[in-house]
């Protein structure tokens, strides 16, 4: 395989300043941007199919520029070139863990709308435009909740739904805040909301400390209920540890 620099392709979440003249003056327009961020380990099968389905007409229609960032954790499959051929821009987080990579990731976004999910094609990417509604009605973070929605049958296991209700119960109880579907990967964010999370994560606890962060910092957290595909590809999530991971976040971000 070529060897592969740190940035690739094109596509920086650049803001734009378009500028109209207008009859009454020169006025500044300016386009909402919007990142959609997939963190990405050996998922050259589906990355393809998830940048393809992000609706950027529609996006565009609503006066959205969009850009999509992978962070690849140096995959060994076709993952990075998959991704490059889209137009994407891929960038390498070596270091393992899901939470590492979003942390890469958020340094360097610079959008007005952050989304993130998952590169293997289980989260519908047609939601992207409902999220952006609620962020734009005036909430800072929205989730994606596939315990409010719908699922593909045998999509998540009978121990994962349970586990993941009593997490989120929990997550519920200790910060006083309502949240569906605490494990979601599917979330979306003000951009000037990214710059005031502090997290710690390195792996499939990133989203309790994403939970965590958000409630200690007074954010609002919308909800949109959303379809989910099973996934066609092995999952990287070892149900017990991570599930004893994120509640030792969830109480190590409370009380300590
Ligand atoms: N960059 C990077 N991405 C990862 C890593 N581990 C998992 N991912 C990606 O994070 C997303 C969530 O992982 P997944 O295995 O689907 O977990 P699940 O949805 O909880 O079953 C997927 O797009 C993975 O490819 C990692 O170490 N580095
Ligand atoms: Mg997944």
Known sequence: MKAVPDVFGHGSGERSQDQWS??????DMKQKTVCVILPAL??????????????????????????VLIVDGN?????REVALDTGAEVIIEPRPGKGRAMKTAFQRVQ????????????YPATYIPDLLNMLQQGYDVVIG???MGRRDYGS??????????????????????????????????????????HLSAE????EADLFAQVAKNGHSLGQVPIYYRRRSTPSKLGSIKAGLNIAKTLIRERFC
């Not at 207008?22 to 006025?27: H, I």
């Not at 995959?75 to 993952?79: C, E, I, N």
């Not at 959008?111 to 289980?122: I, L």
Request: charged letters at 25%; proline letters at 1%; aromatic letters at 10%.
């Open 22 to 27: 207008s009859r009454y003056g020169r006025v």
């Open 42 to 67: 050996n998922e050259e099968e589906t990355i393809g199919k998830v940048i393809e389905e992000i609706p950027r007409g529609v996006l565009e229609e609503k006066g959205y520029r969009v850009n």
């Open 75 to 79: 995959s060994t499959d076709l993952t």
């Open 111 to 122: 959008a007005d709308f952050v989304v993130m999910m998952d590169a293997d094609y289980t």
């Open 145 to 147: 909740s596939r315990l």
């Open 156 to 197: 998540i296991s009978r121990l994962n739904i349970v586990g993941n209700r009593l997490l989120t119960m929990m997550a519920s109880i200790l910060y006083l805040t309502r949240i569906s579907d605490l494990c979601t990967g599917y979330w979306g964010f003000k951009g000037e909301v990214i710059s005031k999370l």
């Open 203 to 206: 792996g499939f606890n990133l």
